[in-house]
């Protein structure tokens, strides 16, 4: 089955759209609050049996076919405290953390779809894998895990999850129907029996984070950061072609290097793969991006790659007929800073995945002057001002995720944060990093809603 996909052509600044502009209302119902949007809604949702979230974000966002919960660092929710003991310990209260935030709205364990785990030291892994396995004793959902510098409230893990959603987000009307969540792997890709390659739910195939691996040997490729770089994006290519999906419909890729300064050669090799198809090479196509400095990967590797994918037919397959108006749309506007190697944002269906933006005045292109605040605006300017071009809004995020140079600067960007965002804010995810290009002291992307779907409905 060959996936029918038509890219978009980028909208102008001047461009208009026909449909109207999202107005963006806020409702609240007790401790469940709809931002409405046509017909689904942002679904912002807590629970006193998990950590509150800090400021003005939300244990789990929903919207459409998809929750998105917040990253959980090993906090007795009754205490407000870090458990007491190890990464064994911590591990389990986390993913403790992610069932209870499941439980209070009707989902279990085996409706994540992906899970992203940070480490403060990747020594730990295997204590984390042997704890990680008792919450999936059979289904497991795609994983990726990586060692940073820092962790808020100098915790030893932070684990995330993306969580199906088949009821759908459109109130008093569940849109379960038949969709499914499908579950796939191929031998011409490394197997992990602690993560699925791929699974799709809906529109969207969440990836497993690849790494440098030769499949038929289970161990990394021989060479330097290119061919490390070469056989991660390979192996995406192998897990696509095994489920029928081209490369070019990936929409947004995330890049963990162990040195930064690599990103020069990392890109070479990434510029022969995208973009990949003669369509997409006509209107110039590359996913959104994020790269992120890493202490530390698993098998010392020295770059891991994930990716996240559209799926035009849906799950269940849809008739042909009803899938020939989803298309991949992408989007870049002058009033924000502009990379040949990514697209400001990519849409597909009912989300926008957006490229990390770093506090760069997208006029010169240099990080601008000033502190953590001046630098946390700027990052969120940006940001917005790519959603208003797209005629999307701040209330339409229901991730953030935020990388941060010290780790200690969290309160101040939370500060800045609250001035952009409403009370009813997106998830949330914080890690300490290293380095950011451009020896930036903080970077910031997001997940959008995109309640017009695409193309939009008229």
């Known amino acids: 089955m060959l996936l029918w996909h038509v890219f978009c052509l980028p909208i102008n600044n001047t461009d208009k759209v026909d449909t109207p502009i999202n107005p963006c209302f806020t409702k609240s119902f007790l401790k469940v609050n709809f931002i409405m949007s046509r017909n689904n809604a942002v679904l912002a949702r807590n629970t006193d049996n998990a950590p509150k979230s800090i400021g003005h974000y939300s244990q789990t966002v929903a919207f ?6 917040s990253a959980q660092l090993p906090i007795n929710p009754k205490v407000g405290k870090i458990v007491s003991g190890g990464v064994k310990e911590q591990t389990k209260q986390c993913l403790e953390n992610i069932q209870a935030i499941l439980e209070s709205i009707d989902h279990v364990m085996s409706d994540i779809v992906k899970i992203t785990i940070f480490l403060k030291n990747i020594a730990d892994l295997d204590t ?18 990586a060692a940073v510098a820092a962790l808020p409230l100098d915790a030893l893990i932070q684990v995330e999850a993306i969580v199906s959603n088949g009821e759908g987000t459109i109130p008093e009307a569940p849109q379960a129907g038949d969709l499914i969540k499908i579950a796939r792997n191929t031998e011409n890709a490394p197997l992990n029996p602690l993560a699925t390659q791929t699974v ?37 290519k ?10 070019d419909d990936i929409v947004k890729i995330n890049i963990f290097l162990k040195n930064l300064s690599d990103i020069k050669s990392v890109d070479e090799v990434y510029t022969t793969f995208f973009p990949d198809s003669a369509i997409a090479r006509t209107v110039a196509y590359v996913p959104a991006r994020t790269v992120i400095a890493a202490e530390a990967l698993p098998m010392d590797a020295l770059v891991q790659i994930e990716a996240v994918v559209s799926h035009g037919d849906g799950t269940p397959p849809q008739a042909i ?22 697209a400001q944002t990519v849409s597909f269906s009912h989300y926008n995945h957006l490229s990390a933006q770093l506090p760069l005045d997208p006029k010169t292109g240099q990080i601008i002057a000033g502190d953590i605040d001046k630098q946390t605006e700027q990052c969120l300017k940006n940001i917005k001002a790519i959603l208003d071009s797209i005629n999307h809004c701040m209330n339409d995020v229901v991730k953030v995720n935020i990388f941060l140079k010290d780790i200690k600067n969290i309160g101040s960007v939370d500060n800045v944060c609250a001035t952009f965002f409403s009370n009813t804010g997106p998830a949330r995810r914080v890690i300490g990093v290293s380095e950011l290009p451009q020896n930036a002291l903080v970077q910031i992307e997001v997940i959008v809603s995109n309640a017009e779907g695409t193309p939009p409905i008229v």
Do not use: M, W
């Not at 298309?327 to 040949?340: L, W």
């Open 128 to 145: 984390v894998n042997d704890v990680y396995a008792t919450f999936f004793p059979d289904y497991v959902p795609t994983l990726t895990i």
């Open 321 to 342: 007929v009803d899938r020939h108006g989803l298309i991949i749309k992408f989007n870049n506007t002058p009033n924000a800073p502009t990379n040949t190697l990514s």
């Open 200 to 236: 799709a739910f809906s529109h969207y195939n969440n990836l497993s984070a690849q790494l440098p691996i030769i499949p038929h040997t289970g161990k990394l490729i021989t060479g330097g950061v290119e061919k490390q770089t070469e056989q991660c994006l390979k192996n995406i």
């Open 238 to 247: 192998e897990i696509l072609e095994n489920i029928d999906v081209p490369f």
């Open 64 to 69: 459409s076919h998809y929750n998105n919960i």
